[in-house]
């Protein structure tokens, strides 16, 4: 496994979480050079990008998360966070962190994300 994703779990809205991937495999200049991101999947809905770093510049936020979600990466720990605050009852999802290297694409095993109204 490259991705090992973890921190999801049953909050109340409002609430927050703060999600954590690892790629222990990856080495460490592959893993500073890899555009990370979360993406998550909803039922009965696509799987959709919540945030990601890209090679360069600055992240990239979905629009519904923006201002609640941020997401980090550190490279000396090859991990990267997403920090989700004031929770909604619609970010209920199973959240996959993912990695693309050149041609190369990993996904996590997924964190299910349940917000209760």
């Known amino acids: 496994v490259q991705l090992q994703a973890s921190g999801g779990g049953l909050v109340q809205a409002g609430g927050s979480l703060r999600l954590s991937c690892k790629a222990p495999r990856f080495i460490s200049s592959v893993f500073w050079a890899a555009e990370m991101g979360w993406y998550r999947q909803a039922p009965g809905k696509q799987r959709e990008l919540v945030a990601l770093i890209p090679t360069s510049g600055a992240p990239v936020y979905a629009d519904s998360v923006k201002g609640r979600f941020t997401i980090s990466k550190d490279n000396a720990r090859k991990t990267i966070s997403l920090q989700m605050n004031s929770l909604k009852p619609d970010d209920t999802a199973v959240y996959y962190c993912?990695?693309?290297?050149?041609?190369?694409?990993?996904w996590g095993q997924g964190t299910l994300v349940t917000v209760s109204s």
């Open positions: 993912n990695s693309k290297r050149g041609q190369t694409v990993d």
